[in-house]
């Protein structure tokens, strides 16, 4: 008895490394690697990859500290996430470093748990299946107007067998109902792109696979179908982790592929912050 109690504490406390970005050893404890990269040259490098926020969200989040050239602030933005580079030069790589350093802590201490990852290489869909793996997490997937781009991306990254169940493509309504378990009377009175659908595909997924963890994508992603009431872009993505699941209601801008991209990424970051939340719920509760 006393020994699964030990197990039980040791995977509690390796759950934990994920859950404090903001803190002074917010890269250990994230699991994101240390990459503060002081070169020879005199140049001090970082770099914040963040998921889960609007391009805007973030320029708007670090407007005070994009306005000076050494450190400066360089973002990119690609479908569902947006990367900073920080560079700061000095006399020598100590002082470079003492210049970087500050803004590092803001941007740490705004973002929090959006940064995946403090490094060059780490992709969205490593540190999920790292998240996954970590924990001791198995994953399915059920998607409809992403068609597979979820469950194609984490397959992508090596390793992913050790996390990976079983992922549907539930396009039609018929679908959704016979493979994971949707009412006809949830589809008749709210459609197939609404809340409860998307709560509904993830639920069933996860029961159906038995899987600890689902994400399930729902929407319209045009060109044509959209409505006054759901117009082309509006994607429903539910996520359940460990029996506890949550749906998020998404407004995408851009042509039908655009829209497809944006959405699998957004199923990502939702996916990656459901664990971070259930086993912060599940530690500090």
Known sequence: MGKDKDKNKDKDEKSLKVLEPETDNSDEEAGLSDND????????????????????DVKEKIGDLAGSNNPRLITETIPGEVHITLEAVGDGSNSAKKLGKPVVKEIKGRFGLNIYATDKDTTLE??????????????????????????????????????????FVTYSNKTKRSRLGVKKSTLVKYGA?????????????????????????????GPDGGSEDKPVGLVYIGCSVCGKTKVVKYNFKGDRRQIRCQAASAALALLRMCILEYYSEKNFS
Do not use: H, W
């Open 126 to 167: 490593q540190s999920v299946v790292d998240l996954l793996r970590t924990n001791a997490l198995s994953l399915s997937t059920c998607e409809s107007c992403t068609g597979g781009l979820v469950a194609s991306s984490i397959i992508d990254v090596p390793g992913a067998s050790e996390v990976f169940r079983e992922g």
């Open 193 to 221: 792109v609404s809340e409860q659908t998307a709560k509904e595909m993830a639920k069933g997924c996860a029961a159906s696979t038995k899987a600890s963890v689902s994400v399930s994508t729902t929407g319209i992603a």
């Open 37 to 56: 990269d002081s070169r020879d040259d005199g140049k001090f490098v970082k770099y914040f990859k963040i998921c889960g926020m609007s391009e805007e």
